[in-house]
């Protein structure tokens, strides 16, 4: 099982994508969605997650009020709003699934990733 991670693109500073997670084989309200950041040269970083039971929303203080989490049930989609982006944004981007009511910023509590969508804020 794999996770889709799409939306990524090269965007300018101040400006905004819209990231997303799709699973074919999996129901994603089932499980907690995190999104981590790994940017040149650094470890990857859980950037934001949102919780299977509560569907309560966690973030890294870095992209708090810039970013936002959401659910799609329809769709079987978790999204990532991003807004007014900086250079230090860029990176790729993962979505993960943990079959924990949690938001563990450790990887390995993760079962389910997606392949990775590059995200470049440049001018």
């Known amino acids: 099982v794999q996770l889709q991670a799409s939306g990524g693109g090269l965007v300018q500073p101040g400006g905004s994508l819209r990231l997303s997670c799709a699973a074919s084989e999996l129901t994603l309200a089932s499980y907690t969605i995190g999104w981590f950041r790994q940017a040149p040269g650094k470890e990857r970083e859980l950037i934001s997650c949102?919780?299977?039971?509560?569907?309560?929303?966690e973030y890294a203080d870095s992209v708090k009020a810039r970013f936002t989490i959401s659910r799609d049930r329809a769709k079987n989609i978790v999204n990532l709003q991003m807004n007014s982006l900086k250079p230090e944004d860029t990176g790729v981007y993962y979505c993960a699934a943990a079959a924990r009511g949690i938001c563990p910023s450790d990887g390995s509590h993760y079962r389910y990733w997606g392949q990775g969508t590059q995200v470049t804020v440049s001018s």
């Open positions: 949102i919780r299977r039971t509560s569907s309560g929303t």
